[in-house]
């Protein structure tokens, strides 16, 4: 099974903060992303990676950024943490391509989440 | 832009049938997922549509049409265990633009 870990489930971090979290996949795959979630905005996308040490921006990524230095762990980086920033973050992966001849799915999995509250 | 539109709520009894619309609007559209999450947990795949049509898994079916840009996910003999959250999502060619999620009550 395909297994997606993240380094926390609760996190309180203080205003002004760097909050750093870890994701961790065993898959071998080469997408990695991470989103935000909140009440009645669904997921959105903070930045995805395709490979190492490459990353792409999503939707919101203001006052976001990212590390992949290994291809297994993705880190997204609050460089000053906000009280907006208090929200959901889960980090998810999927495998670029569909193996030879199996039409690919871009099936995401995704970690458990982690709470960050922001005081 | 992107934008993806399904109900936000959605009531049924147990042992029903529900169907769950989505319509979206996308450039570089590869295919519909679903997603299913419950209340503290992770959102899990439940099925992906890259052709028009109806995709059948178990208890779950999932249809698209692509000229039409709408597809749906049909939920039969509904269970209590089915109260959850539903996002569609359209894939492109590394990531996901996801709607904004239906809440499913189930009915004893």
């Known amino acids: 099974d395909v297994k997606v870990t993240q380094s926390s489930r609760y996190l309180v971090k203080r205003t002004g903060e760097k909050v750093f979290l870890e994701c961790v996949q065993d898959m071998d795959h080469e997408n990695m992303f991470w989103y935000r979630q909140d009440p009645g905005l669904g997921l959105r996308l903070i930045y995805f990676?395709?490979?190492?040490?490459?990353?792409e921006k999503g939707d919101i990524p203001e006052g976001y950024s990212v590390s992949r230095e290994k291809k297994e762990r993705f880190s997204l980086i609050l460089e000053s943490a906000s009280t907006n920033q208090t929200s959901m973050y889960l980090c998810a992966s999927s495998l670029f391509r569909g193996t030879s001849g199996v039409t690919p799915t871009y099936e995401q999995y995704f970690g458990p989440g982690t709470r960050l509250t922001v005081t | 832009g992107q934008s993806l539109e399904q109900p936000s709520e959605v009531t049924a009894v147990e042992g029903a049938i529900v169907q769950i619309n989505c319509t979206y609007q996308t450039s570089g559209f590869y295919g519909l997922s679903w997603y299913q999450q419950h209340d503290g947990g992770a959102p899990t795949f439940l099925s992906y549509n890259a052709l028009d049509g109806l995709e059948e898994t178990g208890r779950f079916s999932s249809f698209l049409s692509r000229s039409d840009s709408y597809g749906y996910l049909l939920l039969q003999e509904l269970q209590m265990k089915d109260s959850a959250s539903y996002f569609c999502?359209?894939?492109?060619?590394?990531?996901?633009?996801f709607g904004t999620g239906t809440r499913l009550k189930v009915l004893a």
């Open positions: 990676s395709y490979d190492v040490k490459m990353k």
């Open positions: 999502a359209v894939s492109g060619t590394y990531k996901y633009i």
